[in-house]
């Protein structure tokens, strides 16, 4: 198998906002193909109930590429219809 990497982070919502998408259900999307890994997973799960960020999760090829994904998820996928803030990556 092919090596992969994943990241994932923490998007909340613009100026203090909750992040919308966060009240929607979790979901997750493979488009991998041909051994190219992409895989994108969004965790709607705040157990605090405050719903001020979404996780997402990337699995790419490499971790460049997983950061490549998080900008166009942002700038037109996933959360190119929602105000988004702070983006803080987790470890």
């Given at each position: 198998?092919?090596?992969?990497?994943?990241k994932?982070?923490?998007?909340?919502?613009?100026?203090?906002?909750r992040?919308?998408?966060?009240?929607?259900?979790?979901?997750k999307?493979?488009?991998?193909r041909?051994?190219?890994?992409?895989?994108?997973?969004?965790?709607n799960?705040?157990?605090?109930?405050?719903?001020?960020?979404?996780?997402?999760r990337i699995t790419?090829n490499?971790r460049r590429?997983?950061?490549?994904?998080?900008d166009?998820?942002?700038?037109?996928?996933?959360?190119e219809?929602y105000n988004?803030?702070?983006?803080?990556e987790?470890?």
């Open positions: 198998m092919k090596n992969k990497a994943i994932t982070w923490k998007v909340y919502g613009n100026h203090g906002h992040q919308r998408l966060s009240f929607e259900k979790s979901f999307y493979d488009f991998s041909d051994g190219d890994i992409r895989v994108i997973e969004i965790l799960s705040d157990k605090t109930g405050t719903n001020d960020y979404s996780v997402i790419r490499t590429e997983c950061a490549d994904e998080l166009d998820q942002i700038s037109d996928g996933i959360f219809n988004v803030g702070k983006v803080i987790l470890k």
